[in-house]
């Protein structure tokens, strides 16, 4: 079974902060860039971050720049979301995918594995 499951969410004070996670199984993970998305109740998914192979380049979203951090750990098959100074507008249902070829100029295209999502509730 090839799979990505997100952990991590939850409810929280705007001003706090959250560490996501995405646990891969069934792959071969170092082959993949990983990326998160976020998707709020009645709005499109938007990019948030990616990773690449390594955990050498990362790349963000410029709404997200600054408070969010991705990274990777390869031996443990997980990577990773660190949110910092959560703002209202951060609510959504948070996704992580995978893909073999990815851009940056293009990232909603490539994507081979999403995960069911993890959900993160900001309130005011």
């Known amino acids: 079974q090839v799979q990505l499951v997100e952990s991590g969410g939850g409810l929280v004070q705007a001003g706090g902060s959250l560490r996501l996670s995405c646990a891969s199984s069934?792959?071969?993970?170092?082959?993949?860039?990983i990326g998160w998305f976020r998707q709020a109740p009645g709005k499109e998914r938007d990019f948030v971050a990616a990773?690449?192979?390594?955990?050498?380049?990362?790349y963000d979203a410029d709404s997200v720049k600054g408070r969010f951090t991705i990274s990777r750990d390869n031996a443990k098959n997980t990577v990773y979301l660190q949110i910092n100074s959560l703002k209202p507008e951060d609510t959504a249902v948070y996704y992580c995918?995978?893909?073999?070829?990815?851009?940056?100029?293009?990232?909603?295209?490539?994507?081979?594995?999403w995960g069911k999502g993890t959900l993160v509730t900001v309130s005011s």
């Open positions: 069934g792959l071969t993970f170092s082959n993949y860039v």
């Open positions: 995918a995978a893909a073999l070829l990815w851009s940056p100029t293009t990232p909603h295209n490539g994507i081979g594995l």
């Open positions: 990773i690449s192979r390594s955990g050498g380049n990362t």
